[in-house]
């Protein structure tokens, strides 16, 4: 809701605004990125909309959100004041800047960066501290006060997505412990299908980066998110992120790997783990002593354990320099997953 001069100007809603000052309500349709693409309202009231006179607005954008010049039109005083666009964000035309205000920074769809550094970007040292969704601004959105929002997807696949994502949650708890505190962060973690890729130029079956929120999940294809080991483990990868703990210490690839064997509650099969501690971590499901994994025993087996598989990986030259990290610190994001489930 926008006052202007003390008075009501315009109230948003979900399919448009209505405009206080004309009493005329202005309906939108938005792409799946929440970008305004067209408004129109019918004015003579005949529930026919004609283009010449009732089609208010229509906006393309550039992928970065810079709108297209030439054929774009805003030919109505209905639009005067209302400024939201770019991923339904508003712009700030002071100065002749032309910003979005995104709350916490502001944007410059001219260049796709942020015009602000962001706040914690000693966390994510893989990008730069101005970069928009990790350079994927066709499957991504940056919002504010969302946590976990999935993009890019067709009715088919949200639906299908929904209904995967409920099914696994109902049955494993542990997953459903870090799908829930996703659910209720202050960051943003979205969720996706699209290209992966891997440092050797293969495609993997999922992949998720840091962003200025939050996190990006993409897997490969729905396949990929069919399978329970891959979608546990970059979920776990999200949890990491989310929980924003001291991971100097960590070799993360092997945590949301032991976090999978949980969730999994069986071999992952992966090139690199240590059987013996896989079939400690069984002993310890079969026992029902989930405790343990707050022990001086699991914590050693633990180290000891990661820091084969980074051997391993060195020795074999695979996977990105978090596969080949020692370990010396506590697995803190598997505790906490566990002790919470433990919990409930």
Partial sequence: MRYVKGKLSFLP??????????????????DHLGNVRLSYSDKSGDNTIQSSNEIIEETNYYPFGLAHKGYNQKNDALMKDYKYQYNGKEKQEELGLNFYDYGARNYDAAIGRWMNVDPLAEKYMRFTPYVYVANNPIMFIDPDGRKIVPTGMTPTQ???????INDVRGTN?????????????????????????????NTV??????????????????????NNPVLFEEFFHAYQIDNGLDNSGLNLEFEAKVGTTFM???????????????????????????????????SESYKNAANKFSKYNIDNNVGTSNYKKETSSEPNNLKKMINETNTK
Wanted: no cysteine.
């Fill in 13 to 30: 809603t979900a399919e448009g605004f209505f405009n206080a000052e004309t009493n005329a309500y202005v309906y939108q349709y938005k």
């Fill in 158 to 164: 949200r639906k299908a997505y929904d209904s995967r």
């Fill in 173 to 201: 708890k542990m997953f459903n412990t870090i799908y829930s505190s996703l659910e209720s962060s202050s960051k943003t973690h979205t969720i996706g299908f699209g290209s992966t890729i891997s440092v050797n130029g």
């Fill in 205 to 226: 079956p999922g992949q998720v980066s840091p962003t200025s929120t939050g996190s990006s999940v993409v897997f490969e294809n729905e396949g990929s998110f069919n």
């Fill in 264 to 298: 999994n509650e069986g071999t992952i099969n992966d090139d690199g783990m240590d059987f013996d501690f896989e079939f400690e971590i069984f002993d310890m499901m079969l026992d029902n002593n989930l405790e343990k994994v707050n022990s001086k025993e699991f």
